[in-house]
């Protein structure tokens, strides 16, 4: 028989033991599906760190991806911290891009300064109401927000590709179906080869450590995450906690859509995302819900998703053998993190019959 327990005693220095051997095991049985596929490990496994840091220009990919991570996993550290799942960040982000988009193609006549700034503004309140909406139902109604905000994406998904086939279609564009790109007044600028959303990548995190760690709205975000009756019996209003957090979840969000839209791809489409949202839920958790290392995880994770992409073209590996060799490290990664948090207790026999008899007796 087996039993979970949840585990409180662990040490820091035990749990990165525990992190370094599932790192390790993952390695090893990606190794080992690597030469069964006719590969060289060793060779395979330089060549992806090769391909995410090995170059200025790799360099600067890496960080590219690690930005929107960044930002969205902050945003949903928000949520989670507050126990409430959002699952919901990839639609936020379209959404954000949507309304920061609008901006961009509707003021272009504004100074570039202004414009960008009013981009990032319309970006955050698109991603901040599509957020608000499951959080008004889960206060109001008591719904699921695990489902909610997952179905509110393909509702975003589906709407900007709406807007793509449909109204905002480039009739430039000789029939294909596109948005037109942003002016260059709507573009973020560059430095050091990266678009400025690294640097508010690092203000965010900023911002949300002190939010989470020194305010008193972060410490009552917190309290209903540990406990609804110890905020209820604290005087706290739920309902604006909740409301609140998940306003500046999407917002964070959304202002990743803008980011993306104005950043990178210079329009709006449906591949926005790039499954940066699914991504940031992983980025979020392994962080242990702390903005520090929601950079150290969100950038190992860029490093991963760079090098798997550069060993399919530099070594000829089929795509789906490069997503399995990223989805056995996660695999691993996660697990440890079930390990961390319990510990599997086998029940021996003699025990099990002794339990047994003396339920017996008592009857």
């Known amino acids: 028989m087996l039993k979970l327990t949840k585990r409180n005693d662990l040490s820091k ?5 525990v992190r370094i051997t599932a790192i390790a095991l993952a390695i090893a049985l990606s190794g080992l599906f690597i030469a069964i596929l006719g590969y060289n490990p060793f060779k395979v496994f330089m060549s992806m760190i090769f391909g995410a840091v090995g170059t200025k220009m790799r360099i600067e990919q890496t960080i590219t991806i690690t930005i929107p991570l960044v930002i969205t996993s902050l945003g949903i550290l928000v949520a989670f911290k507050m126990k409430f ?3 919901g960040g990839e639609g936020q982000i379209l959404m954000g891009g949507f309304v920061a988009s609008y901006a961009a193609l509707n003021f272009a006549f504004l100074p570039k300064p202004i414009l ?26 008591g719904t699921n927000e695990t489902i909610f905000t997952l179905m509110m994406n393909y509702i975003a998904l589906k709407w900007v590709t709406y807007l793509q086939f449909g ?33 508010i990548a690092l203000v965010m995190t900023a911002v949300i450590f002190v939010f989470m760690n ?53 329009t709006l489409s449906v591949t926005l995302t790039g499954g940066y949202g699914f991504t940031a839920i992983i980025t979020t958790w392994l962080s242990g819900l702390s903005a520090p290392f929601i950079l150290l995880t969100s950038f190992a994770f860029a490093v991963l998703i760079q090098g798997g992409n550069f060993i399919q073209t530099a070594l000829q590996i089929p795509q789906s053998a490069a997503d399995m060799i990223q989805g056995m490290i996660l695999f691993f990664i996660l697990g440890s993190e079930f390990f961390i948090q319990y510990r599997i207790q086998i029940n021996k026999k003699t025990q099990v019959t002794e339990d047994r008899n003396q339920m017996n007796n008592g009857q």
């Open 13 to 17: 220095r035990q749990i990165l033991k």
């Open 85 to 87: 799942w959002n699952i």
């Open 116 to 141: 960008l700034l009013v981009m990032a503004v319309f970006g955050m309140i698109g991603g901040g109401i599509w957020a608000f909406i499951p959080a008004f139902f889960k206060m109001r109604f």
């Open 167 to 199: 109204p905002w279609r480039d009739p430039n564009a000789l029939g294909f179906p596109k948005i037109p790109l942003f002016s260059s007044n709507a573009t973020l600028p560059k430095l050091f080869g990266v678009h400025i959303g690294w640097i």
């Open 214 to 266: 020194h305010t008193k709205k972060g410490y009552e975000v917190a309290v209903v995450g540990e406990s609804v009756d110890t905020a209820k019996y604290a005087g706290m209003n739920i309902k604006t906690i909740v409301i609140f957090a998940m306003l500046m979840s999407g917002g964070l969000c959304g202002l990743t859509g803008m980011l993306q839209a104005s950043g990178v791809e210079r």
